[in-house]
């Protein structure tokens, strides 16, 4: 504890006395939870500057996720996560994804030529900054219309499990005790998923005996 509490008085009188920016990865914002990270996802006041850790999720067809990922240590940009979900969806699948859907902050150049190499047909992701007429007319088609649809849910399936499985905030201590709960509340998001289309398919089954 002590020299958590002596890095917190350096980085106080750096910031305060001194007047210097203290870069967040020189910076103890827990005591208890030392791991814990400053996340500022370019959000609006007051939520402009969150604390824990930035989770990267990548779904399959169907509302199943079949990775994710932790970051443990400060807040990388998006893109740097794409091709190794690529990966990862190839290792399960044995093939690249059809469609490739996502934020606008995964669109690098060099993730849609990485993603046109392993396989991807359609790149359903907006383009950064300035865009072409060509670009642009791209962007308006309808698949790519439809991939974006399917990035709104991955959204939504995002906000429910947070508030459905508890992972807004994690009771577990320490970075292992994190990722693990995070990892279970993946597993009970899934198996919903399954039970729900289970259920859907003998109600309708049932439909159609009548």
């Not at 007047?19 to 203290?22: D, L």
């Not at 103890?28 to 005591?31: E, G, N």
């Given at each position: 504890m002590l020299p958590l509490v002596e890095q917190v008085i350096a980085q106080t009188e750096r910031r305060v006395l001194k007047?210097?920016?203290?870069p967040a990865a020189d910076k103890?914002?827990?005591?208890v939870?030392?791991?814990t990270q400053i996340i500022c996802r370019g959000k609006?006041?007051?939520h402009d500057t969150e604390f824990g850790h930035k989770v990267d999720y990548a779904e399959a067809d169907g509302g199943?996720?079949?990775a994710w990922k932790v970051?443990?240590?400060g807040n990388p940009p998006d893109e740097s996560w794409?091709?190794?979900a690529l990966r990862e969806h190839q290792r399960v699948f044995h093939h690249a994804p059809h469609v490739l859907a996502g934020d606008r902050a995964f669109g690098s150049p060099d993730n849609k030529r990485r993603a046109r190499q392993v396989g991807v047909k359609q790149f359903a992701i907006p383009q950064t900054g300035h865009l072409t007429k060509r670009q642009r007319q791209r962007e308006k088609q309808p698949w790519f219309k439809q991939g974006q649809r399917f990035r709104n849910g991955i959204e939504g399936r995002i906000s429910v499990i947070r508030r459905t499985v508890q992972l807004t905030r994690c009771p577990n201590h320490g970075l292992d005790g994190f990722e693990r709960w995070i990892g279970w509340g993946i597993i009970v998001a899934n198996l919903v998923v399954i039970a729900r289309k289970i259920r859907n398919r003998r109600r309708g089954s049932k439909r159609q005996a009548k």
């Open positions: 007047g210097e920016s203290v103890v914002v827990s005591l939870e030392p791991h609006a006041p007051p199943l996720i079949i970051i443990a240590l794409l091709v190794p």
